[in-house]
């Protein structure tokens, strides 16, 4: 998480410059591409502060009212997000949608045009980095993040076309370059808005770690079958409730010695936070192997 915090005050150092200096460089360069470019950096600031907010409020542990801990927060960071990116396409697409009302006047200068290149080589360094440290940390927050900046690269390389455009004489090109920019920004936040939904939603965890965790519980000597497994993800951790199988003729004592097991292997599994077992008695009486003991302490 502190990692996670650091990389989010880099974005909003990075993002806050270059908004700044898109929109000094689309005002002085003549370019609306380019100032829409920047308005789009612009709320990228505020989704940066989100995504500070939502890594810290995350990082809180357990409470009374919150007895899984608060790792959901990325997921409501991801929607300021996409709502900040949804706001900000539909600014840009209006102003363009009004200049190409109207005939163009002067074309973008050559400011504008390595402006939009030098903020587009920028983002891509970002996204690749921050792209890294969210597969890393498995941060739904810093991925929006990094979905951001992914779109930023994009919507730049718009703004370059768009001016490249203008100064070969195509008119409107400029603007057209940025109604793109803004079609693009709307379409990724309408992506990470349906992201952070499905991570609300105690969305299962891939069907590769599920078979991961079958395996596991039946690695487990006395488990003659795993009869169900529900998983969640909150944040970057994974809760688990599984229902496994044992001989009938085993004890409370080894049903209890069992279902720790169970857990204790489960929990072995990367990002795997808690684990709740039930055990259920064989239908016929099986062989009974010996139940496996544990010192682990607590309920399972």
């Known amino acids: 998480m502190e990692i996670g915090e650091r990389s989010a005050w880099w974005g909003i150092a990075s ?29 990228d600031v505020g989704s940066s502060i989100a995504v500070l907010v939502g890594l810290r409020i995350a990082r809180q542990p357990p409470d009374a009212e919150h007895n899984y801990g608060h790792h959901k927060a990325e997921a409501v960071a991801q929607k300021v997000v996409a709502v900040l ?28 045009l390595a402006v939009a290149v030098a903020a587009g080589v920028a983002k891509g360094i970002l996204y690749v980095s921050q792209r890294a440290l969210a597969r890393r940390l498995r941060s739904h927050a810093l991925g929006a993040s990094a979905v951001d900046n992914l779109t930023d690269l994009v919507s730049s390389a ?18 057209w370059g940025a109604l793109l920019v803004g079609a693009l920004v709307i379409a990724a936040g309408v992506r990470l808005f349906g992201q952070a939904a499905s991570h609300l939603m105690d969305r ?8 991961l965790l079958r395996r596991q519980a039946l690695a487990v000597p006395g488990v003659l079958a795993v009869k169900e497994i529900r998983t969640r993800l909150a944040g970057p951790i994974i809760l688990v ?22 857990k204790d292997r489960l929990m072995d599994v ?22 496996p003991r544990t010192t682990h302490g607590g309920g399972s």
């Open 85 to 112: 990116l949804v706001l900000a396409g539909l600014d840009v697409m209006a102003g363009a949608a009004s200049s190409l009302g109207r005939p163009p006047t002067v074309e973008p200068d050559r400011l504008a």
């Open 204 to 211: 299962a965890v891939d069907a590769e770690t599920a078979e």
């Open 158 to 175: 718009a703004a370059v076309g768009g001016i490249l455009g203008a100064r070969m004489g195509w008119a409107h090109a400029d603007a």
């Open 241 to 262: 409730d599984i229902k496994v199988v044992a001989p009938r003729t085993f004890s409370l004592v080894e049903a209890h010695s069992l279902a720790h097991a169970v």
């Open 15 to 43: 993002n806050a410059l270059l908004t700044a200096v898109k929109v000094a460089a689309g005002v002085a360069g003549r370019s609306q591409a380019l100032l829409a470019d920047g308005i789009h950096s612009g709320a």
């Open 270 to 291: 990367p990002h795997v936070a808690d684990v709740m077992v039930h055990v259920n008695p064989s239908p016929e009486d099986a062989a009974p192997p010996t139940a």
